[in-house]
């Protein structure tokens, strides 16, 4: 099945990759707005574990409370702004003290505890709790919206609902974590993963494994976008030697064995499930020609407990194909950013970029685009 057409649609402008008026909107309309790939819940097993979420100047706390629910907030402190958790990750007490003045609130937001404050006339507590911050888990996949008032996440990503159950990646845990800085902007990154096209040149072991026509896009049109690939090795995976690494994943049909799904999800990430584990890629923007890619690789916690356990083949398979993906970006960013780069067509392979494409344009409000047509 082909995806909807791009017939006729042309790539993004050098001002979508140079503008600072287009950059803050991004973040206005888009970041601050969206339902966020922001981490797996293996991160937080035990009670008062937690990590970051950080986007443009957001800090969000997400975190597991003592009595094992999830929740996150803003991490700074009520009183004077003070960033509370400076750690990337880690594990609290039953208490956030603010390294400051030693205002502690418990893992529920509450102010607990705040030294002095006493004298002061009508001071309660209790108008202080930590700001909290919208959070879902979907699958074990939590997502953070920083809105005050997000849309419903189901509205928002519908595209998820009751698929790739059968994976059950909850139950999954990250067995490798890499990070990359790519010199290129976050919609170049989107656009490189939404298409093969880039293949057979790029990734020739890739293609070895999954030639780049073996596609179709069962979802073409929306914030989550993509589809199966199909393998010619139906028993095996995307990986060094083909093989897979681990048992295929409990849940996972017979159809679906001989395949790798890939999706983006809008504005933040992807998610890849192969046979035996499951990948997932969070792209969060630093700047306009700055973006950082984390990526994690997810088993069953019976295959990474077995004996001999070895993600390698799998981690590296991805960890030399990011980087010959980082490279395209960058590449391609120093062209778009051109005095004298105009739009280019897209190809029949490329129509889930001109879907990105028409959900960017979407999410980022006409208004914007109008106002850059006639400035
Ligand atoms: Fe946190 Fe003062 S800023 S206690
Ligand atoms: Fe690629």
Same mark, same amino acid.
């Given at each position: 099945m082909q995806a909807r057409t791009s017939f006729g649609q042309h790539t993004l402008g050098r001002e979508y990759f140079v503008s600072d008026e287009i950059w803050n909107a991004e973040h206005e309309k888009i970041f601050y707005r969206s339902w966020m790939l922001a981490g797996h819940v293996s991160q937080l097993e035990q009670p008062g574990s937690y990590f970051l979420f950080e986007l443009g100047s957001e800090s969000v706390i997400v975190l597991r409370d003592q009595e094992g629910e999830l929740c996150a907030f803003h991490n700074h402190c009520r009183h004077r702004g003070s960033k509370l958790c400076r750690?990337?990750?880690?594990?609290?007490?039953?208490t956030i003290q603010c390294p400051y003045h030693a205002w502690t609130f418990g893992l529920d937001g509450a102010l607990r505890a705040v030294p002095t404050m006493s004298e002061v006339p009508g001071f309660d507590a209790a108008d202080y709790p930590l700001h909290s911050a919208a959070l879902t888990n979907w699958e074990g996949f939590l997502f953070v919206n920083l809105s005050r008032d997000p849309q419903p996440f189901a509205d928002a990503l519908p595209g998820l609902a009751?698929?790739?159950?059968?994976? $059950? &990646?909850?139950?999954?845990?990250?067995?490798?974590?890499?990070e990359y800085e790519v010199d290129a902007n976050w919609k170049l990154i989107f656009h490189n993963f939404s298409e093969c096209y880039h293949c057979p040149l790029a990734h020739p072991h890739l293609n070895k494994l999954t030639p780049f026509r073996n596609s179709?896009?069962?979802l073409d049109e929306g914030p989550v976008l993509g589809g199966p690939m199909w393998m010619n090795n139906r028993?095996?995976?995307?990986?060094m030697g083909g093989e897979r690494c681990a048992p295929t994943l409990p849940g996972v049909t017979d159809s679906e064995r001989g395949k790798v799904y890939y999706y983006s999800l809008f504005p933040s990430g992807f998610l890849s499930f192969h046979p035996d584990y499951v990948m997932m890629h969070r792209a969060?923007?630093?700047?306009?020609? $700055? &973006?950082?890619v984390v990526c994690e690789w997810l088993f069953h916690p019976d295959s990474i407990a077995a004996p001999g356990f070895d993600?390698?083949?799998?981690?590296e398979f991805w960890d030399l194909t990011n980087r010959q993906d980082w490279d395209l970006c960058a590449n391609a960013h120093?062209?778009?950013?051109s005095l004298a780069w105009e739009p280019g067509p897209y190809s029949e392979l490329e129509s889930q970029l001109a879907a990105f494409d028409r959900q960017y344009r979407r999410a980022l409000g006409e208004e914007v685009i109008a106002s850059r047509r006639a400035g």
């Open positions: 750690e990337a990750q880690g594990t609290l007490g039953k009751g698929r790739f159950r059968q994976w $059950r &990646t909850a139950e999954l845990r990250a067995a490798v974590r890499r179709e896009n069962d028993d095996g995976s995307m990986t969060l923007p630093l700047s306009k020609d $700055r &973006t950082r993600p390698a083949p799998a981690v120093r062209g778009v950013v």
